[in-house]
Nanobody, 122 residues
Framework: QVQLVESGGGLVQAGDSLRLSCAAS????????VGWFRQAPGKEREFVVA???????AFPDSVKGRFTVSRDNAKNTVSLQMNSLKPEDTAVYFC????????????????WGQGTQVTVSS
């Protein structure tokens, strides 16, 4: 059974950093793309980045230059480093996995974590 567990969220001030981690189990990790999404209150779930063995997508302009992603296939983890956080980054952050290639579409991912709350105060 595939399981994804996010960790690392919290309440921080604007300008601070957080590192989110997504730990996967029950799958051959190297065969899966892992996406990070976020959902702010009252908004649609938004694509942040997808990572696969050997690559990643570009970040949207809203986080470009502030967020980075890293993947450790030996540990079955994908981490999202978020720097210079802004109040508009406040959201529940989810990781998701899909077999094969990456996608920006939430409907293409069939394994999801429970989410971790990130709150950035001004």
């Amino acid at each position: 059974q595939v399981q994804l567990v996010e960790s690392g969220g919290g309440l921080v001030q604007a300008g601070d950093s957080l590192r989110l981690s997504c730990a996967a189990s029950g799958l051959t990790f190297t065969n899966y793309a892992v996406g990070w999404f976020r959902q702010a209150p009252g908004k649609e779930r938004e694509f942040v980045v997808a990572s696969w063995t050997g690559g990643r997508t570009a970040f949207p302009d809203s986080v470009k230059g502030r967020f980075t992603v890293s993947r450790d296939n030996a540990k079955n983890t994908v981490s999202l480093q978020m720097n210079s956080l802004k109040p508009e980054d406040t959201a529940v952050y989810f990781c998701a996995a899909r077999y094969g290639s990456w996608s920006t579409n939430t409907n293409d991912y069939n394994h999801w974590g429970q989410g971790t709350q990130v709150t950035v105060s001004s």
